[in-house]
């Protein structure tokens, strides 16, 4: 289990560190695009890179949320819960039934980069394949999957790595 926990809590850092690579990429575009413009020189097809960026920027970002425990999660009501056997099979439920929805997002996400994939998509105006950008999100929805299904594992047998659970305030004050 803790060998497990290593890889993920690598693969969560390599995410973090995409998505920010992609927000900066985006900054950069954004500046250079905007001091161009205002000297008059455009640069054909910025928005069609921009879009590019923002898919490993949000679903690597994604990804590191998820090991983060930073994820979308009721997590105002379930914290405070004190019973820790009824907030565990609850957090443990809540994870296991948002798998099911980001496997049904990672599943379309890769028929579609093998749909698309075959036909050779590109982006308009500057002819980028679109391949791999699809293909970074399908990976970072595997990786969210399976943080995901090890939560609900260590949930199971009882093992809470949540940041802000009664105990670790406590523990923290």
């Not at 413009?37 to 994604?62: K, M």
């Not at 443990?92 to 099911?100: A, I, Q, T």
Request: glycine fraction near 6%.
């Amino acid at each position: 289990m803790r060998y497990a926990q290593r890889i993920l809590d690598f693969l969560s850092r390599v995410s973090g560190m995409i998505a920010v690579a992609g927000i900066l990429a985006l900054m950069m575009l954004t500046v250079v695009t905007v001091v161009f413009r205002a000297i008059g020189i455009a640069f054909p097809g910025t928005y069609v890179i921009a879009e590019l960026l923002l898919i490993p920027a949000i679903s690597f970002a994604l990804a590191y949320a998820t090991m983060q425990n930073e994820h979308t999660g009721v997590s105002l009501f379930v914290e405070r819960l004190q019973h820790r056997r009824f907030r565990l099979t609850l957090k443990g439920l809540m994870l296991g039934l948002g798998s099911l929805f980001w496997m049904a997002v990672a599943l379309a996400t890769i028929r579609e980069a093998i749909r698309r994939g075959a036909q050779g998509e590109t982006s308009p105006i500057i002819n980028i394949p679109i391949a791999p950008f699809r293909w970074m999100m399908a990976t970072a929805m595997i990786l969210i999957c399976v943080t995901l299904l090890f939560k609900v594992v260590q949930l199971l047998f009882g093992h809470d790595d949540s940041i802000n659970t009664p105990e670790k305030l406590e523990n923290k004050l």
